[in-house]
C-alpha cells in the first residue's frame, strides 16, 4: 500500500461490540467499494474484530483507529492491523507509530501540529475533530502555507458535506461513519451497510 489516502474517498470508522459482525460487516463495506476500514480501539471487542477482519476478508484493507498508546500500536499491529490512525499524537505515541512498520495517520488539529509533524517528515494525517475545528475552511487555510500536509479528515463529516472535503487539493479521503448507521448493524442488515458504502465509493 502507498498511501491510506489513496485507496477510497471515504474511510469508515468502525466501532463494533461483537466481533462476531467484523467479518459481514466488512464484506458488505468492501463490497460496495470501501476496502479501507478502520476499527476503533474503543470497545472490548476491537482487537478480534481487526483479526477477524485480516484474516476473513482478505480484500479489505483493515486498520486500527484511536490508538493512543505504544501497547495499542503493538496490540493493534500484532492483531493484523495494515494502518493505524490516532485521534492526536505525542513523541512517544509517533516513536511507536513510525517503529510499527505500518502506514499511520497522526491526528492534528493545528498549525503548530501540522508543522511539528512535517518537521519529522511525515506528510499525511488525520484532521480531527474536522467539523469542531474548523471544518473545509480550515483546510483551506492550510493549504496555502503548508502545501506538503496531505489530510484525511474525520469527525462530524455526513455524506452531505463530504463532497467539498474531497474537493480540496490537500484531502485524499474522509473518515465517517453515515455509511454503519447504528440501527443497521444493531439488526445486522448488511445489504442496507452495502448500498450505504457504495453510495460513499461514488464521491469520487
Known sequence: MTS?????????????DDAADAVPLARALVAGGLPAIEVTLRTPA?????????D???????????V???????????????????????GGL????????????????????????????IREMKFF?????????YLKSLAGPLPAARFCPTG???????????ALPNVGCVGGTWMLPRDAVASRDWGRVELLAREA???R
Request: charged share 10%; hydrophobic share 60%.
Open 46 to 54: 476491537a482487537l478480534d474484530a481487526i483479526r477477524a477482519i485480516a
Open 68 to 90: 493512543v498508546s505504544a501497547a495499542g500500536v503493538a496490540d493493534a499491529v500484532a492483531a493484523g492491523a495494515r494502518f493505524l490512525v490516532s485521534p492526536g499524537w505525542t
Open 129 to 137: 475533530p474536522a467539523e469542531a475545528a474548523g471544518g473545509t475552511a
Open 201 to 203: 465509493a461514488a464521491l
Open 94 to 121: 509517533l516513536d511507536a507509530m513510525t517503529a510499527s512498520g505500518v502506514p499511520f495517520l497522526p491526528g492534528v488539529a493545528t498549525a503548530s501540529e501540522v508543522v511539528a509533524l512535517l518537521e519529522r517528515g
Open 156 to 166: 462530524g463529516i455526513s455524506l452531505a458535506s463530504a463532497p467539498e472535503y474531497l
Open 56 to 66: 476473513g476478508v482478505p480484500q479489505a484493507v483493515v486498520g486500527a483507529g484511536t
Open 4 to 16: 491510506v489516502l489513496d485507496l477510497a474517498p471515504v474511510v469508515p470508522v468502525v466501532v463494533l
